[in-house]
Antibody
Framework: QVRLQESGPGLVKPSETLSLTCTVSGGSISSHYWSWIRQPPGKGLEWIGN???????IYNASLEGRVTISVDTSKSKFFLNLTSVTAVDTAIYYC????????????WGQGTLVAVSS | QSVLTQPASVSGAPGQRITLSCSGG????VTWYQHVPGKPPKLLFYYGNVPASGVSHRFSGSKSGTSASLAISGLQSEDEADYYCAIWDDSLNGWVFGGGTKLTVL
């Protein structure tokens, strides 16, 4: 049973960069896509982007230009960087294994709350 | 504005059968998620009606007309959650979520 765990600062200042790590355990990071999803307070789920274990990425167009997702297969980790954050980026951030059409977002981390505030 | 439209809220009594709709998803490979606040979302169905591992038989996914649907029979208090439909949109090249439906068990 694959397990995912997000980690990173819970507070980021406006205009700075939000950086999160997702650690994958109990299964291989290889041969899969991996996604980041967020949920602002009181709102629904928003897909941020995903990465294939070989490094190719797709981003939500609404965030393109500010978001970078990367992977380190040797450490079974993948990463999210979101630059120039504002209060609207305050959200619970989830990482998930992404089977795309074939099997959906089938395993999720517990989520981590990131607040953007000075 | 999502391409997938879900009713904001639905309610039902314990033991009742309820149906949640996802308009715009009838001809897509719809996935359904259950999200209990404070917990991560849980995949319920993919390809519209293929259950994920461990999903209760009280849940079923289907298509009806222009909508995809999630039905829950024998409603229980533990089913109280937000339910999201989502598709992998080939034209947008990414996941698109519906706005979610809050299910209240009366």
């Amino acid at each position: 049973q694959v397990r995912l765990q997000e980690s990173g600062p819970g507070l980021v200042k406006p205009s700075e960069t939000l950086s999160l790590t997702c650690t994958v355990s109990g299964g291989s990071i290889s041969s899969h896509y991996w996604s980041w999803i967020r949920q602002p307070p009181g709102k629904g789920l928003e897909w941020i982007g995903n990465i294939y274990y070989r490094g190719s990425t797709i981003y939500n167009a609404s965030l393109e230009g500010r978001v970078t997702i990367s992977v380190d297969t040797s450490k079974s980790k993948f990463f999210l960087n979101l630059t120039s954050v504002t209060a609207v980026d305050t959200a619970i951030y989830y990482c998930a294994r992404d089977g795309r059409k074939a099997s959906g977002l089938d395993s999720w981390g517990q989520g981590t709350l990131v607040a953007v505030s000075s | 504005q999502s391409v997938l439209t879900q009713p904001a809220s639905v309610s039902g009594a314990p033991g009742q059968r309820i149906t949640l709709s996802c308009s715009g998803g009838a001809d897509k490979a719809v996935t359904w998620y259950q999200h209990v606040p404070g917990k991560p979302p849980k995949l319920l169905f993919y390809y519209g009606n293929v259950p994920a591992s461990g999903v209760s038989h009280r849940f079923s996914g289907s298509k009806s007309g222009t909508s995809a649907s999630l039905a829950i029979s024998g409603l229980q208090s533990e089913d109280e959650a937000d339910y999201y439909c989502a598709i992998w949109d080939d034209s947008l090249n990414g996941w698109v979520f519906g706005g979610g439906t809050k299910l209240t068990v009366l």
